[in-house]
């Protein structure tokens, strides 16, 4: 039985994660022996055409690569019970806690989230109530003590919406990490993270081999370079 695909949706996108972490260059072994084995010899300006495909797939798999790393990084992040702190894109987190099931906790989190949001704006207002009014004045001194009575007011709540909502993200978060597809997830990026600068390696290597065999003709000097581009210490 084939194995169930396991989806992942971030910013509107679905997408397998085991399909999106998985990367195999040894699939292009043989498109790059074709190169070398190629029936007709190239003329000069076939060549140079020729390497500039392969130096623009190089540059595009590498981009993609470093993509898929900020992905990788910004998920084991957001994941991360740990990590109280780190941005979170609240559509984003509303897409995986529904697809985990987690839609009441994720309901809990974003009603704290609001009311500390609306709390913090209140604030902004009480504040702005007194722009331009010197409260050091001698005159000034009732003005002022109403001025600290709310603003102490409203730090008071602010602190307390602050620890709800740290408390509720927890919660969410970890009601996440219960999950066999967010578990996947983060096994998957973390296995991804581990291996970018070998794949960026690869990818790199496999362009100069394609090179060698796209633009030297003679078969012992090419041979003999993708050697060289294959050993490894």
Not at 46 to 53: I, N, P, R, S, Y
Request: hydrophobic content about 40%.
């Amino acid at each position: 039985m084939a194995k169930k695909q396991e989806l992942l949706t971030i910013s509107g996108r679905t997408f397998s994660v085991d399909d999106y972490f998985r990367v195999n260059f040894g699939e292009l072994a043989e498109t790059i022996t074709r190169l070398a084995n190629r029936d007709t010899a190239l003329t000069d300006q076939d060549k140079e055409l020729a390497v500039k495909v392969i130096d623009d797939w190089s540059r595009d798999v590498v981009d993609q690569i470093r993509n898929k790393k900020q992905l990788a990084e910004h998920l084991v992040t957001s994941l991360n019970v740990n990590n109280s702190s780190c941005y979170r894109d609240m559509n984003e987190l509303e897409q995986i806690a529904h697809s985990a099931g987690c839609t009441k906790q994720f309901d809990l989190f974003k009603s704290a989230e609001d009311l500390l949001g609306a709390l913090r704006q209140e604030d902004k207002d009480i504040r702005s109530k007194y722009d331009g009014i010197d409260l050091r004045e001698p005159g000034n001194f009732e003005v002022y003590r109403m001025y600290k009575e709310e603003t102490i007011e409203m730090n008071k709540k602010i602190v307390t919406a602050e620890r709800e909502s740290r408390k509720s993200l927890r919660v969410l978060i970890v009601a996440l990490n219960k999950d066999a597809t967010v578990k996947n997830t983060i096994a998957k990026c973390n296995g991804f993270l581990g291996n970018v600068d070998v794949l960026i390696t690869e990818a790199t290597n496999k362009a100069n081999m394609a090179r060698v065999n796209v633009t030297i003709d003679n078969q012992e000097v090419r041979n003999a370079l993708l050697d060289l581009l294959e050993f490894q210490i």
